[in-house]
């Protein structure tokens, strides 16, 4: 069974830093991997989503890599916003989607 | 724009009682699916459906039951709600293939008494 682990649990950096979350899984034999935001008490948005023939995936000033041989992902975040404050989460795509416990980041002004 | 829908936001039910969450898409997709959220546990599947009257069970079916009699309506049903149903409830909808990304409603927070 897939298992979908996400390392730091939470995260608090000052306003303008560039900072990486991780996303690690257990089976490489994945369609897709993607990354998703949720504000408190929502439900998830998509950001990006990576098919398994590529490498990464680029908007604004995020940025995701798919490492599917060693079964990593990162998410980059580039000069940090207090809005991007939010819980994000991975999600592999094995027929059906298995989720991290997400990265919570606190992003102070 | 892209919709997934839910009943409701909040939910407050006393232990015993049958509880239904809805969920509905207007995407035409055919996978649906409903998830459970809890602190430091993530998304949990508990149920999902590829298309109307078609069910499969996730990793923590039991206490739930699902309903899917139209392509857009797809329904979580607890049975008997207990305390340990207390959560969060997060529908999705997907459509096929690998570009697809899930679509998630709102979300229904259900405290049960």
């Known amino acids: 069974k897939q298992e979908v682990t996400q390392i730091p649990a939470a995260l608090s950096v000052p306003e303008g830093e560039n900072l990486v979350l991780n996303c690690s899984f257990t089976?490489?034999?994945?369609?897709?991997l993607q990354w998703f935001r949720q504000d408190p008490g929502k439900g998830l948005t998509s950001l990006l989503l990576?098919?398994?023939?590529?490498r990464e995936q680029t908007s604004g000033r995020l940025n995701a890599s798919l490492d599917k041989s060693s079964g990593r992902s990162t998410l980059y975040i580039a000069a940090s916003q207090p809005g991007d404050s939010a819980t994000y989460l991975c999600a592999v795509d094995n027929n059906d989607m298995r989720f991290g416990a997400g990265t919570r980041l606190t992003v102070k002004p | 724009d892209v919709k997934v829908t839910q009943s409701s936001r909040y939910l407050v039910k006393r232990t015993g009682e049958k509880v239904f969450l809805e969920c509905v898409q207007d995407?035409?997709?055919?996978?649906m699916f409903w998830y459970r959220q809890d602190p430091g546990l993530g998304l949990r599947l508990i149920y999902f459906s590829y298309d109307v009257k078609m069910k499969e069970k996730g990793d923590i079916p039991e206490g739930y039951s699902v309903s899917r009699e139209k392509k857009e309506r797809f329904s979580l049903i607890l049975e008997s709600a207990s305390t340990n149903q207390t959560s969060m409830y997060l529908c999705a909808s997907w459509g096929q293939g690998a570009k697809e990304t899930q679509y998630f409603g709102p979300g229904t927070r259900l405290l049960v008494l």
């Open positions: 089976d490489s034999a994945i369609y897709n």
């Open positions: 995407m035409d997709h055919e996978n």
């Open positions: 990576i098919q398994s023939s590529q």
